[in-house]
T-cell receptor
Framework: DGGITQSPKYLFRKEGQNVTLSCEQN?????MYWYRQDPGQGLRLIYYSQIVNDFQKGDIAEGYSVTREKKESFPLTVTSAQKNPTAFYLC???FGYGAEAFFGQGTRLTVV | GENVEQHPSTLSVQEGDSAVIKCTYSDSASNYFPWYKQELGKRPQLIIDIRSNVGEKKDQRIAVTLNKTAKHFSLHITETQPGDSAVYFC????????FGAGTQVVVTP
């Protein structure tokens, strides 16, 4: 089954712990993106990558980190430096500039 | 960075009426303008897109118009149905894909 997969769907962590969200795609897409979705604030770009071993900060990168060691994978780490980590996180991928982006089903992170 | 403003934030329409959502952007290098629909509890999905060399595009009941000079583009939904109720996002792309804040559309029977 082709597509983009995020895991887990729900994640709970204690304050002060780092946590890594998984995003895998088998669509052979070059570009991958991470967004944070909060009520009334749309989709805010955290990080994006257009090619393996290269990524750029989005609008709200502080407190987050990513790696892009494989074309298929773009994991996002929410560090303890992120002040308000509780949110819904969406990963997306596309063939590149000007191409349709496909989204994963999202991960809802709750930090207590 | 790119700033995408989307209006209105909520839109309530009677079934059968039209709905219009407008977006403005700041980066003149943007050349791809997609619209996504997100139903409750689901992931966003592309419903229509337009490129900078085209002024208008239609797909059945939905259409998008682009004014590159004024840096704004709009989504038009005609003959609205209850199934059109969702959050709609506009986006722009030049390298990174950036989204507006979304419009909650409610279609009442």
């Amino acid at each position: 089954d082709g597509g983009i997969t995020q895991s887990p769907k729900y994640l709970f962590r204690k304050e002060g712990q780092n946590v890594t969200l998984s995003c895998e795609q088998n669509l052979n897409h070059d570009a991958m993106y991470w967004y944070r979705q909060d009520p009334g604030q749309g989709l805010r770009l955290i990080y994006y990558s257009q090619i393996v071993n290269d990524f750029q900060k989005g609008d709200i990168a502080e407190g987050y980190s990513v790696t892009r060691e494989k074309k298929e994978s773009f994991p996002l780490t929410v560090t303890s430096a992120q002040k308000n980590p509780t949110a819904f996180y969406l990963c997306a991928s596309s063939f590149g500039y000007g191409a349709e982006a496909f989204f994963g089903q999202g991960t809802r992170l709750t930090v207590v | 960075g790119e700033n995408v403003e989307q209006h209105p934030s909520t839109l309530s329409v009677q079934e059968g009426d039209s709905a219009v959502i407008k977006c403005t952007y700041s980066d003149s290098a943007s050349n791809y303008f997609p619209w996504y629909k997100q139903e409750l509890g689901k992931r966003p999905q592309l419903i229509i897109d337009i490129r900078s060399n085209v002024g208008e595009k239609k797909d059945q009941r939905i259409a998008v118009t682009l004014n590159k000079t004024a840096k704004h583009f709009s989504l038009h939904i005609t003959e609205t149905q209850p199934g059109d109720s969702a959050v709609y996002f506009c986006a722009t792309s030049w390298g990174k894909l950036q989204f507006g804040a979304g419009t909650q559309v409610v279609v009442t029977p």
